[in-house]
């Protein structure tokens, strides 16, 4: 069975430092990994994906995320980090012969003080 | 603009009363599903559909219906809201061509409050 979990209900980062927010997964065969935010009163809107390739994916807003096969772990990354990155952020994961299923994970509020 | 639409932002109705949420994308998408947002839960699939008249359950179906009469069109109904429904709801959509994969389009949400 599919699963992702996000180990950490909140993160807290100075403004310019790099953050990571963390996300491991479980799946059965290769998985596609993707990396949602979710500002307040919004839907979610899709940040970036990992289907297969380099290791290291860039996404939207500046923020990238590293696929480690080993760790079963899919980190999202951002050198420097801005007040209006603070948000909600999902990892999700979906097998690549489980059709269209698509797990998220519980969220990981990201919270960037100035 | 590419977008999902859903209708309404905001609902409080009384337990049993039938209600409709509805969801439409212009994009074209076979993808459409539905998801409901609890806290410390993350997003749970309610129901799921490739195309024009397929659907299946997703992870919560429980207490819910949906119909897929038309591509753009995935309603989601519930016959008699319970105060356990109360929740975030999102419908998504996301193409389904082969070999590529894509991410989900997310509407803006509707928060249902049955009291």
């Known amino acids: 069975a599919q699963s992702v979990a996000q180990p950490e209900d909140q993160v807290n980062v100075a403004e310019g430092n790099p953050l990571t927010v963390k996300c491991t997964y479980s799946?059965?065969?290769?998985?596609?990994l993707f990396w949602y935010v979710q500002y307040p009163n919004r839907g979610l809107q899709f940040l970036l994906k990992y289907i297969t390739g380099d290791n290291l994916v860039k996404g939207s807003y500046g923020f990238e995320a590293e696929f480690n096969k080993s760790q079963t772990s899919f980190h999202l990354k951002k050198p420097s980090a801005l007040v209006s990155d603070s948000a909600l952020y999902f990892c999700?994961?979906?097998?690549?012969?489980?059709?269209?299923?698509?797990?998220f994970g519980a969220g990981t509020r990201l919270f960037v003080k100035a | 603009e590419a977008q999902v639409t859903q209708n309404p932002r905001y609902l409080i109705t009384v337990t049993g009363k039938k209600l409709t949420v509805t969801c439409s994308q212009n994009m074209n998408h076979e993808y459409m599903s539905w998801y409901r947002q609890d806290p410390g839960l993350g997003l749970r699939q309610i129901y799921y559909s490739m195309n024009v008249e397929v659907t299946d359950k997703g992870d919560v179906p429980e207490g819910y219906k949906v119909s897929r009469k038309e591509k753009r069109n995935f309603p989601l109904i519930l016959e008699s809201p319970s105060p356990n429904q109360t929740s975030l709801y999102f419908c998504?959509?996301?193409?389904?061509?082969?070999?590529?994969?894509?991410?989900?389009?997310f509407g803006s949400g509707t928060r249902l409050t049955v009291v």
């Open positions: 998504a959509s996301s193409s389904a061509q082969a070999p590529q994969v894509y991410g989900y389009t």
């Open positions: 999700a994961v979906r097998a690549e012969t489980g059709g269209f299923k698509t797990i």
């Open positions: 799946v059965s065969g290769n998985p596609y």
